[in-house]
Protein backbone atom coordinates (compact mmCIF):
# COMPACT_ATOMS: atom_id res chain seq x y z
CA UNK A 1 0.00 0.00 0.00
CA UNK A 2 3.22 2.59 -0.34
CA UNK A 3 1.66 3.58 -3.42
CA UNK A 4 -1.21 5.15 -2.10
CA UNK A 5 0.35 6.69 1.09
CA UNK A 6 2.94 9.03 -0.07
CA UNK A 7 5.63 9.89 2.49
CA UNK A 8 6.66 13.26 3.63
CA UNK A 9 9.31 13.98 1.91
CA UNK A 10 8.10 12.98 -1.35
CA UNK A 11 4.63 15.21 -0.21
CA UNK A 12 7.12 18.10 0.25
CA UNK A 13 8.85 17.83 -2.58
CA UNK A 14 6.14 17.60 -5.04
CA UNK A 15 4.62 20.32 -3.11
CA UNK A 16 7.83 22.31 -3.83
CA UNK A 17 8.10 21.43 -7.72
CA UNK A 18 4.43 22.66 -8.36
CA UNK A 19 4.96 25.37 -6.62
CA UNK A 20 8.34 25.89 -8.76
CA UNK A 21 6.27 24.85 -11.72
CA UNK A 22 3.71 27.41 -10.70
CA UNK A 23 6.09 30.45 -10.22
CA UNK A 24 7.72 29.87 -13.86
CA UNK A 25 3.96 29.29 -15.82
CA UNK A 26 2.98 32.81 -13.54
CA UNK A 27 6.44 34.49 -14.59
CA UNK A 28 7.16 33.11 -18.04
CA UNK A 29 4.14 31.30 -19.24
CA UNK A 30 1.08 33.42 -18.26
CA UNK A 31 2.12 36.11 -19.51
CA UNK A 32 2.90 34.47 -23.43
CA UNK A 33 -0.66 32.36 -23.12
CA UNK A 34 -2.53 35.45 -21.91
CA UNK A 35 -0.97 37.33 -24.74
CA UNK A 36 -1.25 34.96 -27.78
CA UNK A 37 -5.22 34.55 -26.19
CA UNK A 38 -5.06 38.36 -26.57
CA UNK A 39 -3.89 38.39 -29.48
CA UNK A 40 -5.94 35.80 -30.80
CA UNK A 41 -9.07 37.86 -29.52
CA UNK A 42 -7.77 40.68 -31.24
CA UNK A 43 -7.45 39.11 -34.45
CA UNK A 44 -10.59 37.71 -33.73
CA UNK A 45 -12.36 41.00 -33.07
CA UNK A 46 -10.34 42.14 -36.28
CA UNK A 47 -11.81 39.46 -38.41
CA UNK A 48 -15.03 40.07 -37.01
CA UNK A 49 -15.13 43.73 -37.99
CA UNK A 50 -13.34 42.92 -41.03
CA UNK A 51 -16.24 40.33 -41.71
CA UNK A 52 -18.81 43.60 -40.91
CA UNK A 53 -16.93 45.59 -43.25
CA UNK A 54 -16.82 42.86 -46.05
CA UNK A 55 -20.86 42.56 -45.38
CA UNK A 56 -21.50 46.70 -45.57
CA UNK A 57 -19.71 46.91 -48.58
CA UNK A 58 -21.21 44.13 -50.24
CA UNK A 59 -24.81 45.30 -48.93
CA UNK A 60 -23.55 49.01 -50.52
CA UNK A 61 -21.72 47.27 -53.73
CA UNK A 62 -25.85 45.70 -53.91
CA UNK A 63 -27.49 48.74 -53.37
CA UNK A 64 -25.24 50.62 -56.06
CA UNK A 65 -25.52 47.95 -58.32
CA UNK A 66 -29.52 47.81 -58.10
CA UNK A 67 -29.57 51.64 -58.51
CA UNK A 68 -27.11 50.76 -61.62
CA UNK A 69 -29.54 48.74 -62.56
CA UNK A 70 -32.31 50.69 -62.51
CA UNK A 71 -30.74 53.84 -64.23
CA UNK A 72 -29.58 51.60 -66.75
CA UNK A 73 -32.86 50.34 -67.17
CA UNK A 74 -33.88 54.11 -67.18
CA UNK A 75 -31.75 55.00 -69.64
CA UNK A 76 -32.95 52.14 -72.23
CA UNK A 77 -36.63 53.54 -71.85
CA UNK A 78 -35.41 56.72 -72.48
CA UNK A 79 -33.91 55.39 -75.44
CA UNK A 80 -36.61 53.84 -76.66
CA UNK A 81 -38.96 56.72 -76.73
CA UNK A 82 -36.60 58.59 -78.29
CA UNK A 83 -36.05 56.37 -80.80
CA UNK A 84 -40.24 55.64 -81.29
CA UNK A 85 -40.28 59.61 -81.20
CA UNK A 86 -37.61 60.11 -83.97
CA UNK A 87 -39.47 57.36 -86.32
CA UNK A 88 -42.67 59.00 -85.76
CA UNK A 89 -40.82 62.07 -86.65
CA UNK A 90 -39.30 60.20 -89.47
CA UNK A 91 -42.83 58.88 -90.68
CA UNK A 92 -44.43 62.14 -90.53
CA UNK A 93 -42.16 63.70 -91.86
CA UNK A 94 -41.68 61.26 -94.85
CA UNK A 95 -46.13 61.35 -95.14
CA UNK A 96 -45.91 65.17 -95.38
CA UNK A 97 -43.14 64.99 -98.46
CA UNK A 98 -44.98 62.71 -99.95
CA UNK A 99 -48.34 64.63 -100.03
CA UNK A 100 -46.10 67.80 -100.70
CA UNK A 101 -45.23 65.86 -103.52
CA UNK A 102 -48.86 64.75 -104.56
CA UNK A 103 -49.79 67.98 -104.51
CA UNK A 104 -47.25 69.20 -106.80
CA UNK A 105 -48.01 66.23 -109.53
CA UNK A 106 -51.73 66.90 -108.48
CA UNK A 107 -51.24 70.37 -109.56
CA UNK A 108 -49.04 70.00 -112.27
CA UNK A 109 -51.49 67.44 -113.65
CA UNK A 110 -54.28 70.22 -113.73
CA UNK A 111 -52.54 72.90 -115.18
CA UNK A 112 -51.30 70.60 -118.25
CA UNK A 113 -55.05 69.29 -118.37
CA UNK A 114 -55.96 72.74 -118.40
CA UNK A 115 -53.76 73.96 -121.03
CA UNK A 116 -54.55 71.01 -122.97
CA UNK A 117 -58.23 72.17 -122.50
CA UNK A 118 -57.88 75.63 -123.57
CA UNK A 119 -56.28 73.91 -126.51
CA UNK A 120 -59.03 71.79 -127.47
CA UNK A 121 -61.20 74.71 -126.81
CA UNK A 122 -59.34 76.66 -129.57
CA UNK A 123 -59.02 74.25 -132.34
CA UNK A 124 -63.00 73.65 -131.31
CA UNK A 125 -63.41 77.25 -132.01
CA UNK A 126 -61.20 77.10 -134.89
CA UNK A 127 -62.20 74.05 -136.58
CA UNK A 128 -66.10 75.32 -135.69
CA UNK A 129 -65.49 79.23 -137.17
CA UNK A 130 -63.87 77.30 -140.61
CA UNK A 131 -67.11 75.08 -140.70
CA UNK A 132 -69.08 78.32 -140.35
CA UNK A 133 -66.92 79.97 -142.57
CA UNK A 134 -67.25 77.73 -145.20
CA UNK A 135 -70.93 77.19 -144.60
CA UNK A 136 -71.16 80.91 -144.80
CA UNK A 137 -69.44 80.87 -148.27
CA UNK A 138 -71.46 78.25 -149.38
CA UNK A 139 -74.63 79.97 -148.55
CA UNK A 140 -73.54 83.51 -149.88
CA UNK A 141 -72.27 82.29 -153.16
CA UNK A 142 -76.12 80.34 -153.76
CA UNK A 143 -77.66 83.93 -152.12
CA UNK A 144 -75.22 86.14 -153.76
CA UNK A 145 -75.59 84.56 -156.96
CA UNK A 146 -78.04 87.41 -157.87
CA UNK A 147 -77.05 90.88 -158.15
CA UNK A 148 -80.67 91.87 -156.05
CA UNK A 149 -79.52 89.86 -153.15
CA UNK A 150 -76.19 91.41 -153.17
CA UNK A 151 -76.79 95.04 -152.93
CA UNK A 152 -79.49 93.46 -149.93
CA UNK A 153 -76.71 91.94 -148.14
CA UNK A 154 -74.51 94.85 -148.92
CA UNK A 155 -77.28 97.73 -147.21
CA UNK A 156 -77.99 95.13 -144.16
CA UNK A 157 -74.49 95.30 -143.06
CA UNK A 158 -74.43 98.63 -143.56
CA UNK A 159 -77.13 99.47 -141.69
CA UNK A 160 -75.65 97.43 -138.77
CA UNK A 161 -72.30 98.82 -138.58
CA UNK A 162 -74.42 102.28 -137.99
CA UNK A 163 -76.35 100.84 -135.49
CA UNK A 164 -72.86 100.10 -133.83
CA UNK A 165 -71.18 103.23 -134.24
Known amino acids: MELFTPDAGLVFWMFVSVAVLLFVLYKWGW ?18 EYARDAKEQLDNAKAESQ ?14 READKMKTQIIEEARVAA ?37 ATKVVRNELSDEKAQTKLVGQLLDEMEKQN
Do not use: C, N, T
Not at 31 to 48: N, Q
Open 67 to 80: RYIAEARKQQADML
Open 99 to 135: QKEARKVMDAAKVSIEQERKEAEKQFRDEVSSFALDI
Open 31 to 48: PVILKSIESRADMIDKGV
